[in-house]
Structure formats: structure tokens, C-alpha cells
């Protein structure tokens, strides 16, 4: 059973997540914000963090950035009433791994909580496996029927995260984010290229493609 940590400072809404993730076959472990979320950490094994950014003593970001600065890779679920890009901005930056805003669809929310949990899985074996297709994280190659192929870093990266959310619908600037520097000065038309690169390079693969959904982004869907 995966155990979550739920750092919520408002009591009805800790508790409402507690039952949600209880009724879903998860180990829900409750904490009112960033000081006591670090002591939970430092009695309990987590698998997951989903983690409210306006608490007292400690807040979200703080605890993120507290976190990572210590070598601690926990996947976290950003779930907030900031709302603003450059709020979510600033979240990825210090270190989320994903980011919803309040009121909170609870479906979503447990679908985003396993793909985290998958992501998780596959970054620590550092391998991904569509079907016959194999992404090795460490030699940016592709394995599947037609070979081996090493791919740039970018285009692997934009693969592996695709692939890793099959089905999930990223926006180009959700992918610049993630894939790209913030500062650097690339546009939204690069991940165009890239994904065009893609499609050329695995137009015969029979395990994935990658599916444009006009007027919001991309996706990747397993065929067969």
C-alpha cells in the first residue's frame, strides 16, 4: 500500500482528502503544515507528498525547497488556491512534480496521484516499457522492433514524459516548462519541431504514437 502524506493546514479539507485517498486503497498520513510534514518524514516512509502552499510556520514552497535541497526526490502534488502562472511557475521551479488548483476535482486528482506514482517507479528504474518499446533514461535510447536509437537529450525527454502520462494532454508551454530552460529563448514552435522530429523518427512504431489535440497540445496513446 502506497502511503501519502496529506500537509493541509485547513482541518475539513485534510480530512476529506484523507477519506478520499483512504476509500482508494492508499495510507493517507496527515500533517497541518511544513514543520510537522518534516518530522512525519524523518518517523515514516512516503511514497508521495500532496502538499497545500498557504500554511503557517512553514509553508509550500518552503517545504519544497527544504526537501530538495536535502537530496529527497519524493514525488509532490501541489494542491492550491494559487492560481496564477506565476505561482505554478514558481512551483515547478523549487521543485514540484505537479501542480492543481482548488476546489480540487477528486478523480483528477487520483488519476495525477498515480501517474506520479508510475513516474516515480519508472525514474528510479530509470527504464520505460511500451509494449516492445524500451526508453533507457541513462543512454537516451529507444529500443523497439526497428533497433536501437540514441536520441538528443531534448527529444528524449520530451518522449519519456509523454510516454510516462499516456492518454494526459500537455500544452506546449506546459512541455517548454518542464523540458526547457526557463530562461532560455526558444518558443513554443520548438516543441513543434521536436514532436515532428519524433513522429518522423518512430512513424513506424507499433507500440505509441503522438496524437495533436487541436487547440491544446499533444498526447501519447499506446496503439493496439
Given at each position: 500500500m502506497f502511503h501519502i502524506l496529506v500537509v493541509e493546514d485547513?482541518?475539513?479539507?485534510?480530512?476529506?482528502?484523507?477519506?478520499?485517498?483512504?476509500?482508494?486503497?492508499y495510507e493517507p498520513i496527515p500533517a497541518r503544515d511544513g514543520v510537522e510534514a518534516l518530522e512525519v518524514l524523518d518517523r515514516k516512509h512516503v511514497d508521495l507528498i500532496v502538499l497545500d502552499i498557504m500554511m503557517p510556520r512553514m509553508d509550500g514552497y518552503e517545504f519544497t525547497?527544504?526537501?530538495?535541497?536535502?537530496g529527497c526526490e519524493i514525488p509532490i502534488l501541489m494542491v492550491t488556491a494559487k492560481e496564477k502562472p506565476a505561482d505554478k511557475h514558481k512551483g515547478f521551479i523549487i521543485g514540484t512534480d505537479d501542480y492543481m488548483v482548488k476546489p480540487v476535482d477528486e478523480e483528477e486528482m487520483?488519476?495525477?496521484?498515480?501517474?506520479l506514482l508510475r513516474r516515480s517507479r519508472i525514474v528510479n528504474e530509470h527504464r520505460l516499457e511500451i509494449g516492445n518499446t524500451v526508453l533507457d533514461?541513462?543512454?537516451?535510447?529507444?529500443?523497439?522492433?526497428?533497433?536501437?536509437?540514441?536520441?538528443?537529450?531534448?527529444?528524449?525527454?520530451?518522449?519519456?514524459?509523454?510516454?510516462?502520462?499516456?492518454?494526459?494532454?500537455?500544452?506546449?508551454?506546459?512541455?517548454?516548462?518542464?523540458?526547457?530552460?526557463?530562461?532560455?529563448?526558444?518558443?513554443?514552435?520548438?516543441?513543434?519541431?521536436?514532436i515532428n522530429r519524433l513522429r518522423d523518427r518512430f512513424r513506424r512504431n507499433n507500440d505509441f504514437e503522438i496524437v495533436t489535440v487541436r487547440g491544446l497540445g499533444y498526447k501519447a496513446v499506446k496503439r493496439g
Open positions: 485547513n482541518d475539513n479539507t485534510r480530512k476529506l482528502m484523507q477519506a478520499v485517498l483512504s476509500q482508494n486503497g525547497e527544504t526537501l530538495r535541497a536535502s487520483l488519476l495525477r496521484i498515480a501517474a533514461y541513462d543512454s537516451l535510447t529507444v529500443t523497439s522492433d526497428e533497433g536501437v536509437a540514441e536520441l538528443p537529450k531534448k527529444e528524449f525527454m520530451l518522449l519519456f514524459k509523454l510516454l510516462s502520462y499516456q492518454n494526459k494532454i500537455f500544452t506546449r508551454r506546459q512541455l517548454m516548462d518542464e523540458i526547457w530552460d526557463m530562461d532560455s529563448e526558444s518558443d513554443e514552435r520548438t516543441v513543434d519541431v521536436h
